[in-house]
């Protein structure tokens, strides 16, 4: 069930990625570093305003929506969000004080609204495994912010046009999953709202906070370099995000809801064996995944990015793809602890300091060395929020490391990368051939290593998927 959930989130967020990639592709080409770097600091803007409006129900729906057991959550839920939206002109004026223009403010703040609203139905779905209406929905959303947005292109390249479309895809997106709110009967219910805030507090101020350690980097170089700055290095770190996060994100939506659900049914040594396998799973999928996109980093710049953004991408990205590493062992899976133990203010803990490590070395880095400063404060701030999660999970709920499953991926994935760096050396082509002949090598090299090694049970699976598809081969034959 695990492997089957994760396949079509992962299908989803690939497909996503791919158009997400397209995006960067064409708006780095068709927009100025200035105008792009006004639509990433507003979309940055925008994702932490969206985690506060979001972030208070994010527990209720995956504690209580998820068990599947009859509890009907929606309608608190909607009628939260809907006061959490009287905070929208105090997001006005906080996105004034941080250097956004009026225009762009009011567009982030719009902007933050359709994403909340979205993010809240896609837990909905997520946590009674409706993946498929989940699969749905990412992808109008991608397709729909990639058309609309070259539609802004020719009606005036700015910033704040690409803004507002964004905003619009996320409502059309919201139409796919409307059957998640199906039935609900929205009303005011003070109690229950005092006591979904009360519980949700510690998450939300986490999340936000953690929001904010994410973006704080942009808005430092916008203030302290330039906003054209701002957007070189942002499109370099959001192709790296956007590459990346995604298997990480794809694993997680699937294995922490039945995490959830085998804890309440099961008990706790069950779901330690459950998230042992998980742990094994993420690592053998993710690690490969951001040594080779390190490796290979000069080349996807080259590639995906526009002339005016290449350099400073080239530079940071290898930086930023180690961070990634940290970052989702984090947020993915330590994570984890803190929900099925219950102790929210260990977010707000964890969040809390690698906010503070990581404004405290962007202010230090990028003004000793520029631009590449803001990723080598990344890294260090998401090393410290890693080696955080992991002490305080102890406290919490004791979640599963097992460094034996878990070293013969980390080999793997080195070996890969080393035998990727060899072959670059030596390969002249162009870069896009460069990309698919070193990809190629990578997947078949980490592949190989899989199977000798045994990494995530993989001589198994791999022969219960033969044995399934010589079972409907047959079938089809016969009939």
């Known amino acids: 069930m695990l492997i089957g959930q994760a396949s079509i989130n992962l299908t989803a967020n690939v497909l996503a990625a791919l158009l997400g990639l397209l995006s960067v592709f064409i708006f780095t080409r068709l927009f100025s570093p200035h105008d792009y770097g006004v639509y990433l600091l507003g979309l940055a803007f925008a994702s932490v305003v969206s985690v506060f409006l979001a972030g208070w129900f994010r527990n209720l729906i995956m504690s209580k929506h998820a068990r599947d057991d009859g509890s009907d959550v ?8 809907l006061v959490g939206c009287l905070s929208a002109p105090l997001a006005y004026g906080v996105g004034r004080m941080v250097g956004l223009g009026a225009m762009e403010a009011l567009a982030a703040v719009g902007l933050a609204v359709a994403i909340g609203m979205f993010e809240l139905t896609q837990e909905l779905v997520r946590a009674r495994l409706m993946v498929v209406t989940a699969m749905k929905a990412t992808l109008v959303r991608a397709v729909a912010a990639l058309c609309l947005g070259v539609a802004a292109a020719f009606l005036g390249k700015t910033g704040i046009l690409l803004l507002v479309t964004s905003a619009v895809a996320y409502l059309l997106a919201l139409l796919v999953q409307r059957s998640a709110w199906r039935g609900t009967v929205l009303k005011f219910d003070g109690a229950g709202l005092v006591a979904a805030a009360k519980q949700g507090l510690p998450l939300t101020i986490s999340l936000t906070l953690l929001a904010i350690s994410s973006v704080a980097d942009r808005f430092i170089i916008a203030n302290l370099v330039s906003t054209a700055d701002a957007g ?38 069950a779901v330690r064996s459950h998230l042992g396998e998980c742990v094994e799973l993420l690592l053998c999928v993710t690690l490969p995944a951001c040594l ?34 940290f970052q989702i062992l984090t947020q993915q899976y330590l994570h984890t602890s803190f929900l099925l133990s219950g102790r929210s203010s260990f977010y707000l803990i964890n969040t809390a300091s690698i906010i503070v490590v990581n404004v405290v070395l962007s202010y230090v880095l990028i003004s000793a060395y520029g631009t590449i400063g803001a990723a ?37 994935a ?66």
């Open 414 to 479: 080195l070996v890969m990368a080393l035998l990727v760096a060899a072959v670059d050396q030596r390969l002249k082509v162009s870069e896009l051939t460069a990309c698919f002949v070193l990809s190629g090598v990578g997947i078949a090299s980490y592949a190989v290593l899989c199977w000798v090694f045994d990494i995530a049970h993989a001589r198994g699976r791999l022969k219960r998927v033969l044995a399934m598809f010589r079972t409907k081969f047959a079938s089809i034959t016969i009939g």
């Open 74 to 81: 929606r309608g608190l839920v909607v009628s939260g969000y």
């Open 232 to 269: 070189k290095y942002m499109a370099g770190l959001d192709l790296v995000r956007q590459t990346l996060m995604m298997p990480a994100v794809s694993i997680a939506a699937a294995f922490v809801p039945l995490a959830i659900r085998i804890n309440a049914n099961q008990g706790t040594g």
């Open 292 to 325: 080779g996109f390190a490796v290979i980093s000069t080349h996807i710049a080259n590639v995906v990015l526009g002339a005016d953004f290449r350099v400073i991408a080239a530079e940071t990205m290898p930086i930023v793809a180690g961070a990634v590493i």
């Open 376 to 412: 080598w404060a990344r890294l260090g701030a998401d090393l410290f929020g890693f080696a955080c999660a992991l002490l305080l999970s102890r406290r919490a709920f004791p979640i599963p490391f097992p460094l034996r499953r878990i070293a013969p991926a980390v080999v793997a």
